[in-house]
């Protein structure tokens, strides 16, 4: 170490020099400028006063734009990606949703959503909040469910009048021995459409089916289209049923949509894209995304999900708004 910092001292003198002699006239700026120069990009010290000096100044400069980052690694990482995994409800949608619709049987619409909204009233997901939003702008009367348990990806079972009521995935129901066949026509559109459809079941018996709709943020497809300009690949992990994600990845130009993943196997295809050579990057919002977050080489939230979520990330945007990617990426190549 001493023997190389005397050889670069010695070159930079030989510089100095040189500059001061044989330069243009004033040459006594230049020649302590080339100088110090060499000092500084020669020394074996810079690095160790360019790496913290450049995380210093990436950090500063990401939380001046509503961006903190927690870790050089995770500012490096992102410079290093192949590939980019959006969660879809909160991350590339707004999260706002809204019942459109509700198929019954032989139920009053009224029935199938009392029964729904009690069951989700004390439920933290979106679906859940939407569907007792909308049981309240009917002016329906809810009862409180004697149990209550969510299970992450499929949906919720509770207890109501004596009754066992289960509203989740068709997959989920599916699972559980209760046919949906009757409403295959009536999901048919909203599933183009996009939109998210719940089923509601009493006892093992079908009842209704629920329409959900989220609405794409503005700025996702311009800024899924810059992360693609730089040769990353997008792809979509959800939990949704295929062609409801198929319909969304469709709208926003995304490489590839992984459908109908449960929470604990979400991980498990972040790893596997990480076993093909991948640096992946992952961002969500959510509960059911942290397991991949976490599992992810670098992770980032959106500011407005859920702490669960926030905790498991590298890189955490204060707003909701998808742009933050954007300036977190350049801000990492930069």
């Known amino acids: 170490m001493i023997i190389s910092f005397l050889v670069v001292v010695i070159v930079a003198l030989l510089v100095f020099f040189c500059w001061l002699v044989f330069g243009s006239q004033p040459s006594l700026t230049y020649a302590v400028l080339t100088a110090t120069s060499v000092l500084i990009i020669a020394c074996p010290c810079a690095l160790g006063l360019a790496t913290p000096t450049a995380?210093?100044?990436?950090?500063?400069?990401?939380?001046?734009?509503?961006?903190?980052?927690r870790s050089a690694d995770a500012l490096e990482g992102m410079s290093q990606s192949q590939i980019v995994v959006f969660d879809k409800t909160g991350t590339v949608t707004s999260g706002a949703l809204i019942v459109t619709d509700v198929v019954t049987m032989d139920e009053t619409y009224e029935h199938v959503l009392e029964l729904a909204a009690s069951a989700e009233r004390n439920s933290e997901h979106p679906v859940g909040q939407a569907i007792v939003t909308a049981s309240v702008e009917q002016g329906i009367a809810l009862t409180e469910p004697s149990q209550f348990e969510a299970l992450p990806g499929r949906g919720?079972?509770?207890?109501?009048?004596?009754?066992?009521?289960?509203?989740?995935?068709?997959?989920?129901?599916?699972?559980?021995?209760?046919?949906?066949?009757?409403?295959?026509?009536?999901?048919?559109?909203?599933?183009?459409?996009?939109?998210?459809?719940?089923?509601?079941?009493?006892?093992?018996?079908?009842?209704g089916m629920i329409v959900v709709s989220d609405t794409?943020?503005?700025?996702?497809?311009?800024?899924?289209?810059?992360?693609?300009?730089?040769?990353?690949?997008?792809?979509?992990?959800?939990?949704?049923?295929?062609?409801?994600?198929?319909?969304?990845?469709?709208?926003?130009?995304?490489?590839?949509?992984?459908?109908?993943?449960?929470?604990?196997?979400?991980?498990?295809?972040?790893?596997?894209?990480?076993?093909?050579?991948r640096v992946v990057v992952m961002v969500g919002d959510g509960i059911n995304d942290a397991p991949a977050l976490i599992q992810s080489n670098v992770s980032i939230a959106m500011g407005t999900g859920t702490d669960v979520a926030i905790e498991a990330s590298d890189v955490i945007l204060l707003t909701g708004n998808l742009q933050g990617v954007q300036a977190a990426f350049q801000l990492s190549r930069a």
């Not at 319909?247 to 992984?258: K, M, P, S, T, Y």
């Open 156 to 207: 919720v079972i509770a207890q109501i009048n004596g009754k066992q009521v289960h509203i989740g995935t068709k997959r989920w129901l599916h699972s559980l021995g209760v046919s949906t066949d009757h409403f295959t026509e009536a999901e048919r559109e909203p599933a183009n459409q996009g939109k998210t459809i719940i089923f509601v079941s009493l006892d093992g018996q079908v009842m």
């Open 216 to 277: 794409v943020k503005p700025e996702s497809r311009e800024v899924i289209d810059w992360l693609k300009g730089l040769g990353l690949e997008i792809a979509l992990l959800t939990g949704d049923n295929q062609q409801v994600a198929n319909a969304i990845g469709d709208e926003l130009g995304i490489d590839r949509v992984i459908a109908e993943v449960l929470p604990d196997q979400k991980a498990m295809v972040i790893r596997d894209i990480q076993q093909e050579g």
């Open 55 to 69: 995380i210093m100044v990436g950090t500063g400069k990401g939380a001046d734009h509503g961006i903190l980052i």
